[in-house]
């Protein structure tokens, strides 16, 4: 049994919550308990979290297909300039390049059918 020579008891006495603050504790407390309850349903929802990555996913493949056709048409672009003069025609060591190819292109057939035939 408490006296009242007990400084709890007078720290009660003192501080009593009127009924305002007890209803907004209970209104504060109850916002808390939703958002928490928001949030563990969110964890929860394993189907809609994997959407939501795939759909990152998706995003970063667009991202990075739309980097890539830049970066070969700057290239694709640079490699033109440099085969070609001011009129647009090919330079003579881009024909040399494509002659040296065409010729490559003959040595291998030419290969390939002596091959076959020794068979």
């Not at 709890?8 to 504790?25: I, K, N, T, Y």
């Not at 928490?36 to 939501?52: F, I, N, Q």
């Not at 440099?82 to 040296?100: C, F, I, S």
């Amino acid at each position: 049994m408490a006296t009242h020579d007990d400084p709890h008891d007078e720290q009660a006495e003192q501080h009593q919550p009127s009924v305002a603050e007890l209803e907004e504790q209970v209104e504060q407390t109850r916002a808390d308990l939703a958002a928490t309850v928001e949030a563990l349903a969110a964890k929860a929802d394993v189907t809609g979290r994997a959407k939501h990555k795939a759909e990152e996913v998706v995003q970063h493949a667009r991202t990075s297909a739309e980097v890539t056709a830049a970066q070969a048409t700057q290239a694709a672009a640079h490699a033109r300039d440099r085969l070609t003069d001011e009129r647009g025609k090919p330079t003579p060591a881009a024909l040399g390049g494509a002659g040296g190819l065409v010729v490559l292109g003959l040595v291998v057939v030419a290969a390939v059918v002596v091959w076959r035939r020794r068979r």
